[in-house]
Nanobody, 122 residues
Framework: QVQLVESGGGLVQPGGSLRLSCTASGRTFSTYSTGWFRQAPGKEREFVGIIGWSGGGIYYADIAKGRFTISRDNAKNTVYLQMNSLKPEDTAVYYC???????????????WGQGTQVTVSS
Protein backbone atom coordinates (compact mmCIF):
# COMPACT_ATOMS: atom_id res chain seq x y z
CA GLN A 1 0.00 0.00 0.00
CA VAL A 2 1.37 3.39 -1.02
CA GLN A 3 0.59 6.46 1.05
CA LEU A 4 0.95 9.89 -0.51
CA VAL A 5 1.00 13.12 1.47
CA GLU A 6 0.89 16.53 -0.19
CA SER A 7 2.07 19.70 1.48
CA GLY A 8 3.00 23.27 0.61
CA GLY A 9 -0.36 24.71 -0.30
CA GLY A 10 -1.62 28.03 0.97
CA LEU A 11 -2.73 31.51 0.09
CA VAL A 12 -0.63 33.45 -2.41
CA GLN A 13 -1.12 36.67 -4.32
CA PRO A 14 -1.46 36.68 -8.11
CA GLY A 15 1.96 36.46 -9.70
CA GLY A 16 3.38 34.65 -6.70
CA SER A 17 4.90 31.21 -6.35
CA LEU A 18 4.37 28.05 -4.35
CA ARG A 19 6.13 24.73 -4.23
CA LEU A 20 4.04 21.69 -3.48
CA SER A 21 5.54 18.44 -2.23
CA CYS A 22 4.24 14.91 -2.51
CA THR A 23 5.95 12.40 -0.22
CA ALA A 24 5.38 8.70 -0.68
CA SER A 25 5.75 5.76 1.67
CA GLY A 26 5.14 2.03 1.37
CA ARG A 27 6.00 1.94 -2.32
CA THR A 28 4.98 -1.24 -4.15
CA PHE A 29 5.60 -0.48 -7.84
CA SER A 30 9.07 -1.10 -9.19
CA THR A 31 8.38 1.48 -11.85
CA TYR A 32 5.72 4.13 -11.54
CA SER A 33 4.65 7.56 -12.64
CA THR A 34 3.57 10.41 -10.43
CA GLY A 35 0.94 12.78 -11.67
CA TRP A 36 -0.30 16.11 -10.38
CA PHE A 37 -3.96 16.99 -10.69
CA ARG A 38 -6.15 19.77 -9.43
CA GLN A 39 -9.82 20.24 -8.76
CA ALA A 40 -11.62 23.53 -8.36
CA PRO A 41 -15.07 23.73 -6.75
CA GLY A 42 -17.76 22.54 -9.13
CA LYS A 43 -15.25 21.35 -11.72
CA GLU A 44 -13.82 18.00 -12.72
CA ARG A 45 -10.39 16.88 -11.66
CA GLU A 46 -7.87 18.30 -14.12
CA PHE A 47 -4.48 16.97 -15.18
CA VAL A 48 -1.53 19.26 -14.44
CA GLY A 49 1.56 17.22 -15.23
CA ILE A 50 3.43 13.97 -14.80
CA ILE A 51 6.91 12.67 -14.10
CA GLY A 52 8.31 9.18 -14.53
CA TRP A 53 9.99 7.18 -11.81
CA SER A 54 13.49 8.00 -13.04
CA GLY A 55 12.82 11.71 -13.28
CA GLY A 56 12.26 11.60 -17.02
CA GLY A 57 9.03 11.36 -18.90
CA ILE A 58 7.93 14.83 -17.82
CA TYR A 59 4.85 16.18 -19.52
CA TYR A 60 2.73 19.22 -18.75
CA ALA A 61 -0.82 20.12 -19.53
CA ASP A 62 -1.28 23.39 -21.40
CA ILE A 63 -2.42 25.07 -18.18
CA ALA A 64 1.01 24.39 -16.66
CA LYS A 65 3.43 24.87 -19.54
CA GLY A 66 5.90 27.67 -18.95
CA ARG A 67 4.76 28.29 -15.37
CA PHE A 68 4.95 24.98 -13.52
CA THR A 69 7.89 22.61 -13.08
CA ILE A 70 7.77 19.03 -11.84
CA SER A 71 10.80 17.35 -10.33
CA ARG A 72 11.55 14.47 -8.00
CA ASP A 73 14.07 13.42 -5.38
CA ASN A 74 13.86 9.66 -5.07
CA ALA A 75 16.23 9.67 -2.10
CA LYS A 76 13.49 11.54 -0.26
CA ASN A 77 10.60 9.73 -1.97
CA THR A 78 9.29 13.16 -2.86
CA VAL A 79 7.93 14.77 -6.00
CA TYR A 80 7.67 18.53 -6.30
CA LEU A 81 5.43 20.89 -8.20
CA GLN A 82 6.95 24.35 -8.47
CA MET A 83 4.29 26.84 -9.48
CA ASN A 84 5.22 30.32 -10.64
CA SER A 85 3.23 33.26 -12.01
CA LEU A 86 0.14 31.99 -10.25
CA LYS A 87 -3.26 33.22 -11.36
CA PRO A 88 -6.61 33.28 -9.55
CA GLU A 89 -7.80 30.53 -11.90
CA ASP A 90 -5.10 28.27 -10.45
CA THR A 91 -7.09 28.16 -7.22
CA ALA A 92 -7.92 24.52 -6.52
CA VAL A 93 -7.13 21.52 -4.40
CA TYR A 94 -3.97 19.96 -5.78
CA TYR A 95 -3.48 16.21 -5.66
CA CYS A 96 -0.61 13.91 -6.44
CA UNK A 97 -1.21 10.37 -7.59
CA UNK A 98 0.86 7.33 -8.47
CA UNK A 99 0.32 4.49 -10.85
CA UNK A 100 2.06 2.06 -13.18
CA UNK A 101 1.20 3.98 -16.35
CA UNK A 102 2.17 7.42 -17.57
CA UNK A 103 -1.16 8.93 -18.50
CA UNK A 104 -3.20 12.09 -17.98
CA UNK A 105 -6.32 10.08 -17.13
CA UNK A 106 -6.96 10.22 -13.39
CA UNK A 107 -8.83 6.91 -13.62
CA UNK A 108 -5.59 5.07 -14.35
CA UNK A 109 -3.89 6.08 -11.10
CA UNK A 110 -3.97 3.71 -8.17
CA UNK A 111 -2.94 5.84 -5.20
CA TRP A 112 -3.93 9.39 -4.31
CA GLY A 113 -2.96 11.87 -1.68
CA GLN A 114 -5.48 13.82 0.37
CA GLY A 115 -4.84 17.05 -1.50
CA THR A 116 -3.56 20.47 -0.53
CA GLN A 117 -5.46 23.72 -1.04
CA VAL A 118 -3.94 26.43 -3.19
CA THR A 119 -5.69 29.79 -3.17
CA VAL A 120 -4.52 32.61 -5.42
CA SER A 121 -6.07 35.88 -4.37
CA SER A 122 -5.19 39.45 -3.60
Amino acid sequence: QVQLVESGGGLVQPGGSLRLSCTASGRTFSTYSTGWFRQAPGKEREFVGIIGWSGGGIYYADIAKGRFTISRDNAKNTVYLQMNSLKPEDTAVYYCAEGPRATSDPGTYTYWGQGTQVTVSS
